[in-house]
């Protein structure tokens, strides 16, 4: 692939994952923001055992509801955020993260943390990460999330 070509694929790729723009048909183009959002199922809208608003995972849509609401995520969001519930009580350092999430190693491992960020910003007062200083990242341990792999 020639540097160009590369570069075209990155922006794409980036516009992507921000929610600016959608891949149909292998051509890029911007989102129909006046689409009514699908029917899906709701969950509770909030956890029983500590009143904090339920995180609902629909794996096969690839979609989360906090609390009942549509959650918007970007594919590396999500992704970040499956891996993490799936390993629920193992730290991963920024690089285990960039590897398996990313697929890549090739990145600044600062990259992790941007995501993790915007994870975090994106869920509000929900415990969800847990930094462990000087090491990298976990879900958790009162995070209540439920996943539907069905859905």
Known sequence: MTAPARRLLE?????????EATITGGFV?????????????RPPARSVATGAPE???????????????????????FDLLM????HPRRVFTRLQLLTAVWGYEHT????????????RGKVGDVPL?????????RLADDAVVTIDRNA
């Open 11 to 19: 922006a794409a790729r980036e516009l992507v994952e921000r929610g």
């Open 29 to 41: 183009g911007q989102p129909d923001r006046r689409a009514e959002p699908s029917a899906v199922p």
């Open 55 to 77: 995180l609902h995972i629909l794996a096969a849509s690839r979609s989360v509801l906090l609390g009942g609401d549509p959650l918007p995520l970007t594919r590396l969001e």
């Open 83 to 86: 891996h993490l519930v799936a």
């Open 108 to 119: 600044g491992v600062r990259t992790v943390d941007v995501h993790i960020r915007r994870l």
């Open 129 to 137: 990460i847990t930094t462990v200083y000087g090491v990298g990242y």
